[in-house]
């Protein structure tokens, strides 16, 4: 069964360092989600990407944060400058475009980012 | 208005018993209600799912209630199993756009002993 991918699994970064978070979304699916999770918390939307531009975007994601689509398979998330409270579990998701079908999210794995 | 509020935050069952996760939201734009499971260490994977035009839907051992008047909706797990101890995550998600955003409840950890 097809399923989304992360790398890494996770990683460990000091204060102020740049961050890049790898995902290989389903694929025939076209549009992709990042979202994270701090520790014992709920998951919390970050972005959402469509047709190679952002679609929607919470308060969390900030210009610390960017995607990007850099080839057919896959999506990526960066972070500028991290700060401690950047520490948590990042998802990707994904979804068909397909009618009824757009709404299902298929999450990958996650990375836990620790941020020293 | 964003917000859909889960409980309770934890649930210990008995092997064979019924689970019960509740969940409740404000804005009435919502048209999709998802339900995730999560066991440590692995992403939210989808359970089931129920749009607010039935009241009803079910999958297996796994039913979604859905009350639209009062804005709630919860999950039943029938013959709950050790296999089902997890965390369960309701959410919801609007048209809006292109893609869609799920907005998460708070999480339900579910202890089923054997």
């Known amino acids: 069964e097809p399923e989304v991918t992360q790398t890494p699994s996770h990683q460990v970064t000091q204060m102020g360092q740049e961050v890049i978070l790898r995902c290989v979304p389903i694929?025939?699916?076209?549009?992709f989600y990042w979202y994270r999770q701090i520790l014992g918390q709920k998951v919390e939307f970050l972005v959402s990407?469509?047709?190679?531009?952002?679609?929607?975007k919470s308060e969390i994601f900030d210009d610390q944060f960017s995607v990007e689509r850099p080839d057919g398979s896959n999506f990526t998330l960066k972070i500028r400058s991290t700060k401690l409270e950047d520490s948590a579990m990042y998802f990707c998701?994904?979804?068909?475009?397909?009618?009824?079908?757009?709404?299902?999210?298929?999450f990958g794995p996650g990375t836990r980012l620790l941020v020293l | 208005q964003q917000q859909v509020k889960q409980s309770p935050q934890s649930l210990i069952v008995q092997k064979g018993g019924i689970s019960i996760i509740n969940c409740a939201y404000e804005?009435?734009?919502?048209?999709?209600f998802p339900w995730y499971q999560q066991f440590p260490g692995k992403g939210p994977a989808l359970l089931i799912a129920?749009?607010?035009?039935?009241s009803e839907k079910k999958e297996g051992r796994f039913t979604i209630s859905f009350n639209k008047s009062a804005k709630q909706f919860s999950l039943h797990i029938m013959d709950s199993q050790p296999g089902d101890s997890a965390t369960y995550f309701c959410?919801?998600?609007?048209?809006?756009?292109?893609?869609?955003?799920?907005?998460f409840g708070s999480g339900t950890q579910l202890t089923v002993l054997p």
């Open positions: 998701a994904s979804s068909d475009r397909q009618a009824g079908m757009k709404e299902t999210q298929y």
């Open positions: 694929s025939n699916h076209l549009y």
């Open positions: 990407f469509y047709n190679n531009e952002i679609s929607e």
């Open positions: 804005n009435t734009a919502f048209d999709y």
């Open positions: 129920i749009r607010p035009d039935v």
């Open positions: 959410a919801a998600s609007k048209s809006s756009g292109s893609a869609r955003q799920l907005t």
